[in-house]
């Protein structure tokens, strides 16, 4: 039998890994250069409450996050650490580690507890013996327990039981083990009667090179798939993982690939939506009910073979489709052989309206017009929910453009480092990220009782507030900057371009922070009676959106009785629309061109 110490960690190629998309640096969005088209996401834009364009405050907040980005060299590393931790702590060799570990979804402390409880069951469960149950003998030959063939010893192999087989017998039960999946990892004797396991040290020796690697391959993924702590990028292609701190606040996760999805149900980053809300978004999305809808809204089933049929002409006098053919009134459903002029004509009915007024009709009437309601409301959410996506994705283009191409065409012809122009690249961040929770707020809407009139009317003030702000901001990044890249020379207004984007993009910031803000506290700001207490206080100039809110919809806000109550201590008044800071001079904001 082979030594237990033969046990090795099969070497697989180094990935080098990109830097963290948070890691922040003068180049704080370099891991969009790794974006791939058929990845519709990108690294979530954190919210933030410092309004400084500093990028040092920007680069410290990226820094607070919960989970730890693994490549493949990491998680071979902390697999070898844990495997040694508990060789060391245990007496045993790595091969018996291993084989623990996997059991206990390689929990270190769960080893440790169950180890030290009851060695005995623990070895007896797994399948580690301490010492064989059929002596291996020495010098001279023996009967494969397989193919019942005999060889000398040097060419039979057992495991810790001592059941000896010789090696192509193992070969080929190893091999068909590994070709059937992950289950080769937990292997037992090949002996019906044995439960002793089969480690590494085997698989060395006996498998072939294909089998090895394919071997190795589930050893690494099962550290990731077996740890409830640690799971697998859902990007397509994506081979790093995510240890995740639980209970450590947001589940929104972003690999180095820069993809975003959340920990909790790895569907794409969701915030501030809830996971149960996008599962059932997703499951109507991809549902049978909708067309369910849409043939009760607008078809009939034929009176004779209850065939849904929907009327694409003007005339009542509708034929069914061949074989049943029968020929029937679109109005009434009844035969159209009893129909003619004293019912009304071809374009009307008067046993039908004679029979809805005695109500005969209404029952089907009102399901069909509920079925109709219901259509119309979903399409209008999901149109919004899909028309962000598009917009999202267009912006994630413009953003690599931006970057690959523009940032440095820019720099030349306005004569200024690239490193002056990251305000730039901050507005498209902020543009990805805020159609990202725009997309999601519409399913937000959608699930949101109808009969909570105050709350609905509160929720779309803030979302209509927050789409508002952030058509501005795409605008800005979008067209107006198009007049600096196609600009002969250095502008002289460039500057003032400057102030407005970055304004708009904090702005932006503010209204988003609010809109989520308010949608994970589950709308908690409007009262039983249906107003809407304040939302949050000014932090700075520029800063967060301080207006009162009422419940009164879209377009109410609560204005300042004086002008002087928004007047800051350096002369600054802050706009009640946007919370833009501009000069006391002024009279109309410079942002939002709101009237003071």
């Known amino acids: 039998m082979e030594s237990e110490d033969d046990f090795d960690m099969h070497d697989a190629n180094n990935e080098s890994g990109e830097d963290d998309f948070y890691s922040g640096g003068d180049d704080d969005a370099g891991a969009m250069a790794a974006y791939d088209d058929s990845d519709a996401d990108i690294a979530d834009y954190e919210f933030i409450d410092n309004d400084s364009d500093d990028s040092d405050d920007l680069v410290s907040h990226r820094h607070q996050q919960n989970y730890t980005i693994l490549s493949e060299v990491d998680i071979r590393q902390r697999q070898e650490d844990d495997i040694i931790r508990i060789s060391t702590v245990l007496s045993i060799s790595k091969v018996e580690a291993s084989i623990l570990l996997r059991h206990y979804s390689w929990s270190v402390s769960k080893v440790h507890d169950e180890w030290f409880a009851d060695e005995e069951k623990v070895r007896r469960t797994v399948g580690l013996l301490e010492k064989p149950v059929v002596p291996f003998p020495d010098g001279r030959e023996m009967t494969c327990g397989i193919c019942f063939e005999t060889y000398p010893c040097n060419r039979l192999h057992a495991a810790a039981c001592g059941?000896?087989?010789?090696?192509?017998?193992?070969?080929?039960?190893?091999?068909?083990?590994?070709?059937?999946?992950?289950?080769?990892?937990?292997l037992r004797c090949p002996d019906p009667s044995c439960a002793a396991a089969v480690g590494q040290d085997m698989i060395n020796?006996?498998?072939?090179?294909?089998?090895?690697?394919?071997?190795?391959?589930?050893?690494?993924?099962?550290?990731?798939?077996?740890?409830?702590?640690?799971?697998?990028?859902?990007?397509?292609?994506?081979?790093?993982?995510?240890?995740?701190?639980?209970?450590g606040g947001s589940y929104d996760v972003t690999c180095r690939c820069s993809y975003s999805f959340c920990w909790n149900c790895t569907e794409e980053a969701h915030r501030p939506v809830d996971c149960g809300t996008?599962?059932?978004?997703?499951?109507?999305?991809?549902?049978?009910?909708?067309?369910?809808?849409?043939?009760?809204?607008?078809?009939?089933?034929?009176?004779?073979?209850?065939?849904?049929?929907?009327?694409n002409q003007g005339c009542m006098h509708i034929t069914c489709t061949p074989p049943c053919k029968f020929e029937f009134c679109w109005l009434c459903l009844g035969a159209w052989s009893e129909h003619g002029e004293r019912t009304g004509g071809f374009y009307a009915c008067n046993r039908y309206e004679t029979a809805k007024q005695e109500g005969v009709y209404d029952e089907a009437e009102k399901r069909r017009e509920m079925a109709k309601n219901s259509l119309e409301r979903y399409t209008h959410y999901y149109e919004?929910?899909?028309?962000?996506?598009?917009?999202?994705?267009?912006?994630?283009?413009?953003?690599?453009?931006?970057?690959?191409?523009?940032?440095?065409?820019?720099?030349?012809?306005?004569?200024?480092?690239?490193?002056?122009?990251?305000?730039?690249?901050?507005?498209?961040l902020q543009i990805v990220e805020c159609r990202r929770v725009l997309k999601w707020t519409y399913a937000y809407g959608f699930y949101l009782?109808?009969?909570?009139?105050?709350?609905?009317?509160?929720?779309?003030?803030?979302?209509?507030?927050?789409?508002s702000g952030l058509e501005r901001l795409h605008q800005c990044a979008e067209k107006e900057l198009q007049v600096y890249l196609n600009a002969e020379g250095p502008s002289k207004d460039f500057n003032e371009f400057r102030t407005k984007l970055a304004g708009l993009t904090s702005v932006t910031r503010n209204y988003f922070e609010n809109l989520v803000r308010a949608l994970e506290n589950g709308l908690s700001d409007v009262d039983s009676h249906g107003a809407c207490s304040r939302v949050g206080s000014s932090k700075s100039l520029g800063g967060g959106s301080s207006r009162g809110r009422s419940g009164k919809g879209k377009g109410s806000t609560s204005?300042?009785?004086?002008?002087?109550?928004?007047?800051?201590?350096?002369?600054?008044?802050?706009?009640?629309?946007?919370?833009?800071?501009?000069?006391?001079?002024?009279?109309?904001?410079?942002?939002?061109?709101?009237?003071?």
């Open 278 to 311: 996008v599962a059932k978004w997703i499951l109507k999305n991809s549902a049978e009910s909708e067309n369910m809808n849409w043939i009760l809204a607008n078809s009939k089933p034929c009176p004779k073979c209850k065939r849904p049929i929907e009327k």
């Open 163 to 186: 059941h000896p087989f010789c090696n192509s017998c193992w070969a080929g039960y190893i091999g068909t083990a590994i070709n059937d999946g992950p289950g080769c990892l937990v």
């Open 205 to 247: 020796a006996l498998a072939s090179d294909e089998d090895k690697e394919k071997y190795f391959r589930y050893f690494i993924r099962s550290y990731i798939e077996d740890n409830r702590k640690t799971k697998w990028c859902p990007a397509p292609g994506c081979d790093y993982a995510v240890d995740f701190i639980l209970g």
């Open 559 to 596: 204005k300042s009785s004086g002008s002087s109550r928004n007047i800051d201590d350096s002369g600054h008044w802050s706009c009640e629309y946007c919370t833009f800071a501009n000069v006391k001079s002024a009279t109309i904001c410079q942002m939002c061109q709101q009237r003071r």
């Open 449 to 467: 009782p109808e009969h909570e009139h105050a709350k609905r009317q509160f929720f779309e003030y803030l979302q209509g507030e927050a789409e």
């Open 384 to 428: 919004r929910w899909a028309t962000n996506q598009s917009s999202r994705q267009k912006a994630l283009a413009d953003l690599q453009q931006m970057q690959s191409v523009h940032l440095e065409k820019l720099s030349d012809i306005q004569c200024q480092p690239e490193s002056q122009l990251k305000f730039i690249t901050e507005a498209w």
